[in-house]
């Protein structure tokens, strides 16, 4: 029913400023642009509900589902409000406004605690996590960033009960980091054995990996003078 109105709000928006702006709608670029913005809104939230439906309509995904309809549907009703706003005519925007918005805006972004059911979806391996990244490749190798940064949260989830497990033995809530050398301590304290040692020095470097950045030295980053061929150099003044 949102989709049908605003399918219906697009319709009367496109047909209006057509009589009223004629062929300069194609010269107020922007204009045209929030009607197009609508139609993308109205599209990604359709194609949302078609694929949760051809995937037979899982429970475990309604989270994604209601995010991507609730963002596409506030995105939609930006865009017009936006448009009704710019629009040439006032006189006009203000009756399609009244009939378009009798009592305000109708939808909202999604929230955060929606946002938050996303996001740990996202990261913690699931079906639904792995039907939504179906076809992407994922290999860790050397040159496909993606597949290196699944490797390090699989390490890093892999490490994380051998963390908790050195904090309850030394009763402190230790940070997440310098694993290696959290892991030699704990493995000279008998808290941890050679594997479960391994397992959180593969996980601090797979976690380094994934958060460097390159690093330059001053001087590879220095202007260097540009030598130009003969042809392009200017005679010396006598």
Request: proline share 6%.
């Amino acid at each position: 029913q949102h989709l049908n109105r605003l399918s219906a709000n697009l319709a009367l928006l496109s047909d209006v400023s057509m009589a009223v702006l004629g062929g300069s709608l194609k010269r107020r670029e922007r204009i045209s642009a929030r009607l197009g913005d609508v139609l993308s809104q109205i599209f990604l939230a359709s194609a949302v509900l078609k694929r949760y439906d051809d995937e037979g309509r899982q429970e475990a995904d309604l989270p994604l589902v209601h995010w991507g309809v609730q963002d596409a549907m506030y995105q939609a009703e930006q865009a017009i409000d936006d448009l009704l706003a710019n629009f040439p005519n006032r006189f006009v925007a203000g009756a399609l406004r009244a009939v378009i918005f009798p009592t305000g805006r109708h939808h909202l972004a999604p929230s955060d605690k929606l946002d938050h059911k996303v996001a740990k979806i996202l990261q913690v391996p699931s079906a639904t996590r792995s039907r939504i990244g179906r076809g992407q490749y994922l290999a860790p190798t050397p040159h496909n960033p993606v597949g290196l940064l699944e490797e390090a949260l699989l390490d890093v989830m892999a490490a994380d009960p051998i963390h908790q497990k050195i904090c309850k033995q030394l009763g402190k809530n230790l940070p997440f980091t310098r694993l290696d050398e959290l892991a030699k301590q704990a493995l000279a304290g008998g808290i941890i054995d050679n594997s479960e040692a391994a397992i959180l020095v593969k996980a601090e470097e797979s976690r380094l990996r994934s958060i460097n950045v390159d690093d330059f030295e001053p001087e590879e980053l220095a202007t260097q003078p540009v030598k130009l061929p003969e042809k392009h150099r200017k005679p010396e003044a006598a």
